[in-house]
């Protein structure tokens, strides 16, 4: 049997049940994330042994000591970025590649680094079986943003640094939005940065606890 064909889909109900009581009912109220956090198969990304509770309200790891982040936390930065469907979108940490599918739902062309080749390939297999063509995926210092493809209108960092790094500001698009984790290794806020007219607003949205970004413009490993 293909788990990859949707009508072999037996999670369909846990991720209704996720999105309306997890998601919506905590304020995410645009409908195209919504409709995107019910369509993508979360339990594709994660191993066999934890698909049970690939839709329950928390992370859960993928290996190399890293995580999928809680439903919420992926509805809720997205939601921030306010795709609309034609964006150029940068992800910085693409691990298990779930938050990589919802962006390529919601955006033209998703562009994602991640720093563990393991990972990368794994997130790499389940996304062209799911038949996404519209994502472009590189190992490699997120930090750095990715310059040949740059300006992105949206930018997602989905690890925690110390600071917002200087080269993502530089990527960003005039009218761009940047949602990132900002804070020391134990706790972090969720920040978001608008591009307009040339300077940078900021604005502080939730706390939140993320792995370490580790790279140039992050932590030390
Ligand atoms: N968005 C992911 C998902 O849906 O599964 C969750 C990712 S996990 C919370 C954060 C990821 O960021 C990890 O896989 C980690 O290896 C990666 N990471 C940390 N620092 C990085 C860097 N400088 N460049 C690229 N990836 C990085």
């Known amino acids: 049997m293909n788990p990859y064909l949707p009508d072999r889909d037996i999670y369909r109900r846990a ?7 997890q998601i919506a ?3 995410i109220t645009d409908q195209r994330v919504l409709e995107a956090m019910r369509k993508v198969p979360r339990h594709l990304f994660v191993e ?3 698909r049970d509770q690939a839709y329950a309200d928390y992370p859960l790891p993928i ?10 936390i992926v509805a809720l930065m997205t939601e921030a970025l306010e795709l609309k469907g034609e964006e150029k979108v940068l992800e910085v940490g693409t691990g298990s590649g779930y938050q990589t599918a919802i962006l390529a739902e919601l955006a033209r062309w998703v562009y994602s680094i991640e720093r563990h080749s393991r990972l990368l390939e794994r997130a790499r297999r389940v996304l062209e079986a799911l038949g996404y063509r519209n994502i472009f995926l590189r190992v490699g210092d997120g930090t750095k943003g990715w310059p040949e493809a740059a300006p992105f209108e949206a930018i997602i960092v989905t690890a925690a640094g110390p600071k917002v790094p200087e080269p993502l500001l530089e990527q960003l698009a005039e009218g761009g939005r940047l949602v990132m984790p900002v804070g020391d290794e134990y706790s972090q806020y969720l920040v978001k940065v608008v591009k307009r007219g040339g300077t940078f ?13 580790v790279g140039e413009y992050g932590f030390a490993e």
Do not use: W
Request: hydrophobic fraction near 35%.
């Open 63 to 72: 290996g190399e000591g890293q995580t999928i982040s809680q439903p919420y």
């Open 25 to 27: 009912a905590r304020g």
């Open 48 to 50: 066999e042994a934890l």
């Open 15 to 21: 991720r209704e049940r996720m999105v309306a009581q």
């Open 201 to 213: 607003h900021r604005q502080v949205l939730e706390p939140v606890r993320f792995v370490k970004l």
